[in-house]
């Protein structure tokens, strides 16, 4: 808590005027990343209970962490539709996550260039409409005081 703000002071308001675009394309994107993810994890679960894992303890595990970190798209892409200061911070984390990810899938072959060609290209895409001036100014995001 900075010097400035009181123990009981109320959460600042979102920004007033409609939506920009750009903001609400970043949002659904996120959105899809996180829905993805929550799609790869149920599969991670029923093929850990119903399929033939090697490890079946590890089977689930890695299909409940996934569906946890589905939560952070899923809340980040949330809090831009609301135009919420805190959620580029999240939404930016995830895209940066997902570079190196996406990389990975790539440096596979087969069909998973395609999706680490995909992946890459919404994270990049992603990247762009939040770093965006109109994108900043929406969630109440000034340039740095001198």
């Excluded at 029923?46 to 399929?51: I, R, T, W």
């Excluded at 999240?90 to 940066?96: G, N, V």
């Amino acid at each position: 808590m900075s010097a400035k703000q009181s123990p009981n002071a109320a959460p600042a308001p979102a920004p007033a005027g409609p939506r920009p675009a750009r903001l609400t394309a970043a949002a659904a994107l996120a959105a899809v990343e996180g829905v993805a993810l929550v799609g790869l994890g149920v599969y991670m679960l029923v093929m850990g209970l119903v399929g033939d894992p090697d490890n079946r303890m590890q089977a689930e595990t890695g299909g409940l962490t996934v569906l946890v970190l589905a939560a952070l798209p899923l809340t980040a892409a949330r809090g831009l539709l609301l135009r919420r200061r805190w959620s580029r911070g999240p939404a930016m984390i995830t895209q940066l996550l997902s570079l190196p990810v996406a990389w990975t899938l790539i440096s596979n072959g087969g069909a998973l260039i395609a999706v680490g060609a995909a992946l890459a290209a919404v994270a990049v895409v992603v990247l762009a409409l939040l770093v965006n001036p109109t994108a900043t100014e929406a969630l109440g995001i000034g340039p740095r005081d001198a």
